[in-house]
């Protein structure tokens, strides 16, 4: 059993409000200078950074995770997040197909820039990622699961896009286990306003958008890593995710 400091949410440079400078390089560089073991890369609405990252993060000793922040219909941010990159990739495909589209403005919104594994550009992504798919928030959880990912809120003490400044409290159905908060300080006010978070598994992520919004390594998951890989720590932590014991 060892500690690994994480991040589970952080942009890359397909995100259209991430910097350019956020490459899968650069992630994973300032990601290893901060201490941090473990790290999702979740851009809006797509994984297709994803492969790009694995091999960055795999060449500074991080484990890294496939993962998406996908947008409701509702508006409300959702972290998606995959065990298997070829999981996130077909589910990727399946949010395609519920995707608005809306030509991206760059003037506006900011590239949105598909790389390699050396951080070259390689595409575009033409039509806007950031805004709200098709899904409603009930959809969500059984289309991630079907893909063998886990879902929770995003940004949870946030007024923008979060489930509570949405709907006003977490809703009966569907159930969710995990919560993420962008300030660990606001953990304690929240349990007070809304009960069911301290029933709630938290995760405390930065929702990176510019290198410097990586922070240094302080929140933390206790994981079994014998014998040690990468594949079998990322396994602990979905098992950790989900609440299954050892």
């Not at 760059?106 to 050396?118: A, H, K, R, Y």
């Not at 409290?169 to 300030?183: G, L, T, Y």
């Not at 995760?203 to 302080?218: C, G, N, P, T």
């Amino acid at each position: 059993m060892n500690r690994y400091y994480y991040d589970l949410h952080i942009h890359s440079c397909l995100s259209p409000c991430a910097d350019n400078d956020m490459t899968p390089n650069n992630i994973a560089g300032m990601a290893a200078l901060a201490g941090l073991n473990i790290v999702a890369l979740t851009d809006h609405n797509s994984c297709r950074n994803c492969p790009a990252f694995f091999a960055a993060a795999r060449k500074q000793g991080i484990i890294p995770v496939a993962g998406m922040e996908l947008t409701t219909a509702e508006d409300i941010h959702m972290i998606c997040l995959f065990e298997q990159i070829d999981d996130a990739l077909l589910f990727n495909d399946a949010v395609d197909s519920h995707r608005i589209r809306i030509a991206n403005r760059v003037d506006i919104f900011g590239d949105q820039l598909l790389t390699d594994e050396n951080d070259e550009v390689i595409g575009i992504e033409a039509d806007l990622l950031s805004n709200a798919t098709d899904l409603m928030l009930d959809d969500v959880p059984p289309l991630v699961e079907q893909y063998h990912g886990i879902c929770y809120p995003a940004h949870v003490d946030r007024e923008a896009n979060g489930i509570l400044s949405t709907l006003g409290s977490f809703p009966a159905f569907p159930r969710f286990s995990v919560a993420e908060f962008h300030d660990g300080e606001k953990i304690g006010l929240y349990k007070k306003l809304h009960p069911q978070i301290g029933q709630m598994q938290l995760v405390v992520s930065s929702d990176a958008h510019y290198l410097w919004d990586i922070r240094d390594k302080e929140h933390y998951f206790e994981l079994e890593d014998e014998p040690y890989s990468s594949d079998f720590v990322r396994n602990r932590l979905f098992r950790a995710l989900r609440g299954e014991s050892e």
